[in-house]
């Protein structure tokens, strides 16, 4: 069947957040279980385009990756020589971008397209992973710098009629994501990531209430258990924010993975769908 015969006979797509892992770890074998977890989130169904929302992209106005073509953003230091030569570079898809831009606009949420930035670590270790192939076009989306909790709310909010046209939205970042303690574990950062993810899965699975959801998301800080702990800045947590919003007031969310262990980079860590 074609991809467009199928844009007509699946059903609507799920959104994804998805941990990323530590630079390109996952793809050198040293996370194995965010690398599997990674690939396991990959629906069933087949999209025709894939928006990606990065921790590692921040802008103001929101960028809107238009590249006809996309290439690769090695933005980390310090790893092994070939993890600067992985290739992947998939299509861009421009009527996409200028979709999303209108989608924003509707919203009041200025952004601008942007033509010639790579795909970022964020975006293509979760990509590599899940569609290696690279034949299916994708768009990549920035955070805005402000991270501010409502403006993210917003966009998500103007992305929910992407669902029904066969896109798949997937937010890339980390549950936990304290570079001190990434780099260094101890017993005490490990039962942080635990209870802030026990916080998290709270929140997040089960039916979405945008007006319930926001109240708590905007106090995350108050509410959550070790938060600054655990997210010392919270681009790697708004990607989830993004995608829940996206999912839309009837969406369910579940926990689509639990990782935690070595494979993991020590910390317990979720990814979650909205179905």
Avoid at 118 to 147: K, N, Q, R, T, W
Avoid at 221 to 246: G, I, N, Q, W, Y
Wanted: hydrophobic share 40%; with cysteine; glycine share 6%.
């Amino acid at each position: 069947m074609s991809k467009s015969a199928m844009i007509h006979t699946c059903t609507m797509l799920p959104t994804i957040f998805v941990n990323h892992g530590g630079g390109p770890l996952p793809l050198l074998n040293q996370q194995p279980s965010i690398a599997s977890s990674i690939e396991n989130a990959r629906p069933t169904e087949i999209p025709s385009a894939i928006l990606v929302i990065s921790a590692h992209y921040e802008s103001a106005p929101i960028a809107i990756q238009s590249r006809l073509r996309h290439t690769m953003l090695f933005d980390y230091y310090g790893f092994p020589s070939e993890s600067y030569q992985y290739q992947y570079s998939p299509p861009g898809d421009e009527k996409l971008a200028h979709r999303i831009q209108a989608l924003l606009k509707e919203s009041n949420v200025p952004s601008r397209l942007e033509s010639e930035r790579g795909l970022d670590h964020g975006m293509f270790v979760p990509l590599m992973l899940m569609y290696p192939e690279a034949d299916i076009p994708v768009v990549g989306l920035s955070l805005h710098p402000s991270l501010d909790v409502d403006i993210h709310l917003a966009i998500g909010k103007a992305l929910r009629p992407l669902r029904q046209e066969n896109v798949l939205i997937v937010g890339s970042g980390y549950a936990f994501h304290n570079m001190r303690y990434l780099l260094g574990p101890t017993q005490r950062s490990i039962q942080y990531s635990k209870e802030f993810d026990s916080w998290l899965q709270s929140v997040f699975v089960g039916k979405i209430n945008s007006s319930r959801l926001r109240n708590t998301l905007v106090h995350w800080k108050e509410e959550a258990p070790h938060a600054t702990e655990c997210h010392p800045r919270e681009e790697h947590l708004l990607p989830l924010f993004v995608v829940a919003a996206a999912a839309g007031e009837e969406a369910v969310g579940e926990v689509e993975a639990y990782v935690e262990g070595k494979g993991a980079g020590e910390h317990v860590v979720s990814n979650f769908r909205f179905n």
